[in-house]
């Protein structure tokens, strides 16, 4: 597709390392334009009519890809989509003209109250139709195919008849949508549910994977002593979470790859070095056999 | 009997908002029996989340009040007025008055005023763009038409009156300045604007406030200038209006049409 | 009426030509902030809430709080009151 603003780079999403871009960051990536292959924006701090964020994300949009990640649309919430929320991520697409444009499995909307946190649903057929209607309505509303973000959990329901990765594959197949594999939310789900992450990766669909998540999480302890794992945002990857990425490459091919980091923000160069870190994995991966459909976005 | 999934978001949703009532039967750890602590990490989430987005729309209160002060004002008010919408940019809307309500502030009796400066500076930072009119297009405007002329007003403008002065102590807590003596006895009424990238805070001067209000409601500028000298014997109109230019607050103006003659 | 139009004519135009005489060309922007502004921090994220995540939820929702007062600044403020806020504040009832 050709831009509509001439200003604008392409916005193909290249297979390297992107960073999420933080305010905090503005003036060193204007400044310095770094080698950074992408970046990726929380749709809802753009949302604003106009002003300093709109001036920012204009002028590193104009240097560099966008990806659009959405974290308020509560697309696992039993009720209705917001319509006019619906209708800010279309105008936001519009305007930015991403690369990729991605949303979670999880609520965080109910009876008009917005909780800001990204919250669980069961796994049975009733959560799937519920999605796969909410996914359709969202790629028919913002005109593109969207990818859908595994989740990290705290909890989980008897409510629940299959399994995460099941779940994913199902609603992807339904609605046509691509997955946008969270590595760290795969380290923290399963050590939370006491499920094999290793497993999980070789099990993931890759051929459905248009984007990969990187991050930090936090060690806390559940109500037995047990390791209870927070998505936190606030650190680098560990070390289990880079292995388990080498695996998932190494399965997926070079996938577009985001260095997320949200909370006890570094300075620029910090993390400028943690996505260097992380793009030398993902350069290491050869492309395998059955990735050759998983750039298809 | 399995619950519905709206049934079970109701039933996290509410236990979410009300620490009283215990973690929803269902919500289960990996040994599938109950797990308060892992629900508190939802709970967690969403009070540190949101208190987050409160301290970062108003550091000069924060500043004021003290760290744990206000986290603590901010779970109060979290628990009692929710977000309505996604777009946290505009959480905090009415922060201000319930921090007016708020009893342990109450021997702070400007910080409600300060709150709203601070919720008037985060809408002029967010609102729509629009290029103000210069000293040449007023100069511009036909003398004969000055009586009706009928100005629009910059998107971002925002006026917010105080008997205490807000800007000062504002600027005081967002500032690396330390803080020194402010002589309360002065009020001062506050205009926000931001005419380009950033955002500017202005004190009215006499009469201001009235003025800058009957223009904002569509008044011509002769009805607006006798308002202003209604409102306040010092109203100095050639003042009011150097300052609105000068603040970027003017961006376009029209002559109203005459009515019809019968 | 017509000399009230007048009179308010002739007020508002000194009016504005003194308003606009007092304006100089303004300076022109040379840093970012001028151009973009400044930039603050953005209010929606996807990342849990904070280090204490589990270990300190119940604790946030105890009302621990009215046993506290401001302790900010606003004691270096002199207020009609006295000096800031040093009395105790009574927990609402």
């Known amino acids: 597709m050709l831009s509509q603003n001439p200003d604008f780079h392409s916005s193909r999403i290249p297979s390297r390392v992107g960073v999420g871009l933080k305010p905090e960051h503005y003036k060193a990536i204007l400044g310095e334009s770094p080698d950074v292959g992408w970046f990726e924006v929380h749709a809802e701090n753009y949302m604003g009519a106009g002003g300093p964020p709109h001036r920012y994300l204009t002028a590193i949009r104009e240097r560099y890809p966008l990806s659009l990640h959405g974290v308020g649309l509560s697309i696992g919430a039993a009720h209705p989509l917001d319509r006019d929320h619906l209708l800010r991520l279309k105008a936001l697409n519009e305007r930015y003209e991403p690369g990729l444009f991605s949303e979670h499995l999880a609520w965080s909307t109910h009876d008009s109250v917005f909780f800001n946190d990204l919250l669980p649903i069961p796994y049975d057929e009733e959560s799937a139709r519920r999605v796969s209607d909410h996914i359709d309505e969202v790629q028919d509303t913002v005109g593109r195919r969207m990818l859908l973000e595994n989740p990290s959990t705290y909890v989980a329901f008897v409510e629940s008849t299959i399994g995460e990765i099941e779940f994913l594959t199902e609603v992807a197949k339904r609605t046509g949508c691509g997955l946008l594999l969270d590595v760290n939310n795969v380290h923290v789900s399963c050590t939370n549910q006491h499920w094999n992450a290793t497993d999980y990766i070789s099990r993931f669909p890759v051929e459905l994977v248009g984007e990969i998540h990187m991050a930090g999480y936090a060690p806390e302890e559940d109500d037995h002593g047990d390791p209870l794992l927070i998505d936190a945002h606030d650190r680098p990857a560990d070390p289990a979470v880079i292995a388990l990425y080498a695996h998932a490459v190494s399965r997926a091919g070079p996938v577009p790859t985001l260095v997320e980091w949200d909370n006890d923000l570094p300075d620029w160069p910090t993390l400028f070095e943690e996505a260097r870190r992380v793009e030398a994995v993902l350069l290491g991966a050869d492309t395998p056999e059955e990735a050759d459909v998983a750039l298809a976005v | ?262 | 009426m017509s000399t009230a139009r007048n009179l308010t004519t002739a007020v508002l135009a000194g009016a504005v030509t003194a308003a606009v005489a007092s304006f100089a060309v303004p300076a022109s922007a040379a840093e970012m902030e001028k151009c973009y502004g400044v930039s603050l921090k953005g209010q929606n994220d996807c990342a849990a809430g904070a280090h204490s995540c589990a270990g300190t939820a119940t604790i946030d929702y105890d009302g621990q709080s009215f046993k506290l007062v401001p302790a900010g600044t606003c004691t270096d403020m002199e207020t009609p009151f006295g000096p800031g806020s040093l009395e105790p504040i009574q927990r609402p009832t």
Do not use: C
């Open chain 2, 1 to 262: 009997m399995l619950r519905s999934l709206s049934d079970v978001q109701a039933d996290f949703a509410a236990a979410l908002r009300d620490p009283a009532i215990p973690p929803p039967a269902g919500v289960v750890g990996p040994d599938g029996g109950p797990a308060p602590r892992r629900f508190a990490v939802y709970r967690n989430n969403v009070l540190v989340a949101l208190g987050n987005a409160l301290a970062g729309a108003f550091p000069a209160v924060g500043r004021i009040v003290g760290e744990e002060f206000f986290r603590a004002m901010a779970r109060n008010y979290v628990l009692e007025t929710p977000p309505t919408s996604p777009v946290l940019l505009d959480y905090g809307v009415t922060f201000p008055d319930f921090i007016a309500g708020f009893e342990p502030a109450a021997s702070l009796p400007y910080l409600p005023d300060v709150a709203r400066l601070e919720r008037a500076w985060r809408e002029a930072y967010h609102a729509a763009d629009a290029k103000p009119l210069g000293a040449a297009d007023l100069a511009g405007i036909p003398p004969e038409d000055l009586p009706d002329a009928v100005f629009s007003l910059h998107p971002s403008l925002r006026i917010v009156p105080s008997r205490f002065p807000i800007i000062t102590i504002w600027r005081m807590n967002v500032s690396d300045v330390p803080p020194s003596p402010v002589d309360f006895a002065v009020g001062e009424d506050a205009l926000i604007v931001r005419p380009d990238a950033e955002v500017e805070v202005r004190v009215v001067p006499p009469g201001g406030v009235a003025f800058v209000d009957a223009l904002a409601a569509g008044e011509t500028l002769g009805s607006a200038a006798v308002i202003g000298e209604a409102s306040d014997s010092r109203f100095d109109l050639s003042g009011n209006i150097a300052g609105l230019i000068s603040a970027g607050a003017f961006v376009d103006f029209r002559r109203q049409p005459e009515p019809a003659p019968w």
